[in-house]
């Protein structure tokens, strides 16, 4: 049975960090790309980060450029996400996922490639 499972979260004050880590069994982890996504209370799911089955590559959300940051290490199976200056309007509950294609592809942030999502982790910023 293939799961991912979200961890780090936290409630935070404005300007603080936190490391999200997304911890992957069942599955080839470092055959697949791997991406976070968050959702806010009446909001979509977004797309945040995604990084390629390699680690070499990665993919960001404008909103978050410079202040995200996301890494993998396939000998854990093991997907982070380093959040720093951390703003209000970034309180979320917060997904990763694998894509669903085989590894070699593309980054991708369209949500329907993604797949085997996790239960989530609540990430609070208090202003």
């Known amino acids: 049975q293939v799961q991912l499972i979200e961890s780090g979260g936290g409630l935070v004050q404005a300007g603080g960090s936190l490391r999200l880590s997304c911890a992957a069994s069942?599955?080839?982890?470092?055959?697949?790309?791997v991406a976070w996504f968050r959702q806010a209370p009446g909001k979509e799911r977004e797309f945040v980060a995604a990084?390629?089955?390699?680690?070499?590559?990665?993919m960001y959300a404008d909103s978050v450029k410079g202040r995200f940051t996301i890494s993998r290490d396939n000998a854990k199976s093991t997907a982070y996400l380093q959040i720093d200056s951390l703003k209000p309007e970034d309180t979320a509950l917060y997904y990763c996922?694998?894509?669903?294609?085989?590894?070699?592809?593309?980054?991708?942030?369209?949500?329907?490639?993604?797949?085997?999502w996790g239960q989530g982790t609540q990430v609070t910023v208090s202003s």
């Open positions: 996922a694998r894509d669903h294609r085989p590894a070699r592809v593309p980054l991708t942030s369209a949500r329907s490639e993604y797949t085997n």
């Open positions: 069942g599955l080839a982890f470092s055959s697949y790309n």
């Open positions: 990084v390629t089955w390699s680690g070499r590559s990665t």
